[in-house]
């Protein structure tokens, strides 16, 4: 089984959405990061299921849709490491 981490900026991405969407509607808001915060649990048993990013050769990082979020993701040995994560009309 893999091992799940999260990186700092991931963490901070999750904070800004959840501080963008609160504003509208809060309920949403948790809503929309718990959803996002449960998608690696399906990383975990599958953790290649996800697009690989060739620009990033010869790391193995890859990106995965949840919703209407995009979540970047690296595997290094048996740890899963979630990188970044935004909405996918964001300019990135």
Known sequence: MMELRWTSKALSD???????LSVVNR???ARTVQSLSQAPDTLLSNPRIGERIEEFSPRDV???LVGHYE???EIQQSTLYILRLWHVREDR
Do not use: C, E, G, S
């Open 14 to 20: 999750l904070a800004r959405l959840y501080d963008f």
């Open 27 to 29: 309920q949403a808001a």
């Open 62 to 64: 890859r990106r995965l």
């Open 71 to 73: 979540m970047r993701y």
